[in-house]
């Protein structure tokens, strides 16, 4: 009987550890965050940098399409999950002039018009053009911080693939600072082949970790990797990590919708 109740209470102990997943361990939630942060999916860079926001963050909503009142309410939900997120102060503006954040929802046949509009020449974006759903283009300055970026979402095509949430989640998501999609990062939001439509808890700790005050703009993948250990023990000490299954949920688009 005595040996049986140690049993048992070791195997009770030793539950946190044997139910963890793969992508709560440190060395896989590293080469996650390396791959979305410092790697780009339309433009080679040879020597990637660490970008984000170091300034509030001000949206200008523009719709054409659909029900505009919906849209901004699916996009005003996501911002502030993303500020809670990221401690970054996100707020609407009806003033142009004081955005840095263009959020336009149109239709398909307009798509290259509001490219033109708000990110420039689209035969610049080409590629991004023929096999995007939806669009999401930034601007940095000489020390790596996001000064303006343009999200474009022609919701007719993104509604017929359905994928119109996703474009609202992940496009406004990556201009946080997280620019890259990757296959090998999953579970994810950044992962094309997944079926992930809201921010995962892998996401919640890329986000986490982007905005983590061991990291700062114009760091290289060396400098990164180098940093990231700290960025980890932050991670850990604050049980973001063991907890981010439920603390990605709150203030969630996915629990605002009951999904």
């Known amino acids: 009987m005595i040996r049986y109740s140690l049993c048992l209470l070791f195997l009770c102990l030793s539950w946190p550890v044997l139910s963890q997943e793969r992508w709560q361990t440190d060395e896989y ?23 984000r926001w170091n300034k509030p963050i001000r949206l200008f909503f523009e719709s054409d399409s659909g029900d ?10 996501h911002a502030q999950h993303l500020a809670s997120i990221t401690g970054l102060s996100i707020d609407f503006t009806s003033d142009p002039k004081k955005a840095n954040i263009f959020v336009v929802f149109t239709h398909y046949d307009n ?5 033109q509009q708000y990110i420039g020449d689209p035969e610049s974006i080409r590629a991004a053009l023929d096999e995007a759903i939806c669009l999401g283009n930034f601007r940095r300055n000489g020390r790596y911080e996001i000064t303006r970026g343009s999200i474009i979402i022609p919701v007719d095509y993104a509604r ?7 474009c609202i989640v992940e496009e406004i998501t990556q201009l946080m600072g997280l620019p890259n999609d990757s296959n090998e990062v999953f579970p994810s939001v950044f992962n094309d082949v997944s079926i992930d439509t809201y921010l995962s808890p892998l996401d919640y700790l890329l986000l986490k970790a982007l905005y983590s005050r061991y990291l700062t703009p114009g760091m290289d993948v060396k400098q990164t990797k180098a940093a990231f ?3 980890l023990k932050q991670l850990h000490a604050t049980q973001d990590i063991e907890k981010a299954i439920e603390r990605v949920q709150r203030y969630s688009l996915k629990t605002y919708l009951g999904d």
């Open 29 to 51: 939630i590293q080469n996650s965050f390396v791959k979305i942060a410092l790697e780009r999916e339309y433009k080679e860079t040879q020597f990637p940098k660490l970008i």
């Open 68 to 77: 505009a009142l919906l849209q901004k309410e699916l996009l005003s939900v």
């Open 160 to 166: 017929s693939k359905g994928r119109f949430l996703d």
């Open 111 to 115: 798509l290259e018009q509001k490219v």
């Open 229 to 231: 250990p700290n960025v």
